[in-house]
């Protein structure tokens, strides 16, 4: 899947999707996010998709302020473009090193493949039930728990909201 964003601000379905797109360095795709939102992003993504109560509790009953699971896959990929090369290309920056990279690829890979059999619009419901999502889960659970101590965060808090998301990643 290529995630792309026009040049506008925030989509209203996907409210964690925000900014344009600059120019490419070396075919790699550049984002005019700061190397530190990209990781507060990446974080807030596989903390939720870590978290089967949190899933239940708000994505499967459609509880506000969390978006729903398309949403945190955009978080996901789209600031790092995930969905089209390693997290290895991020070491040194969004990523520590290739430890964690390597389980981030672990979980985006999980996701996508979810994502691409069920549709972006599919209900919660229907990722939950899906045969490999405990497996995408577990792998999410292994990068956001590496991410979180290395950032010498608990990784066992609650997921933050997108406005908690959004406070922290303002600049200026």
């Not at 499967?60 to 729903?68: I, L, P, Q």
């Not at 890979?109 to 619009?121: C, F, K, P, S």
């Not at 497996?135 to 997921?159: F, I, K, M, S």
Request: no cysteine.
């Amino acid at each position: 899947m290529a995630v792309t964003t026009d040049s506008s601000n925030s989509s209203a379905r996907n409210p964690s999707r925000s900014g344009r797109r600059s120019s490419t360095m070396g075919g790699m795709p550049l984002n005019d996010l700061p190397w530190w939102r990209w990781r507060a992003r990446l974080r807030s993504a596989l903390h939720m998709l870590a978290d089967p109560a949190f899933q239940h509790e708000y994505w499967a009953t459609g509880r506000e302020g969390y978006g729903d699971v398309t949403d945190a896959v955009y978080r996901l990929v789209e600031d790092s473009w995930l969905d089209r090369w390693s997290a290895e290309k991020y070491i040194g920056t969004v990523v520590r090193d290739a430890a964690e990279a390597a389980l981030v690829d672990a979980a985006v890979l999980r996701v996508l493949r979810i994502l691409h059999e069920v549709g972006a619009d599919a209900p919660a419901a229907v990722y939950l039930a899906h045969p490999d999502w405990p497996e995408a889960v577990a792998a999410a659970r292994a990068a956001h728990e590496l991410l979180a101590r290395n950032d010498g965060e608990d990784p066992d808090t609650a997921p933050r909201s997108l406005e908690v998301l959004r406070i922290l990643t303002r600049i200026g």
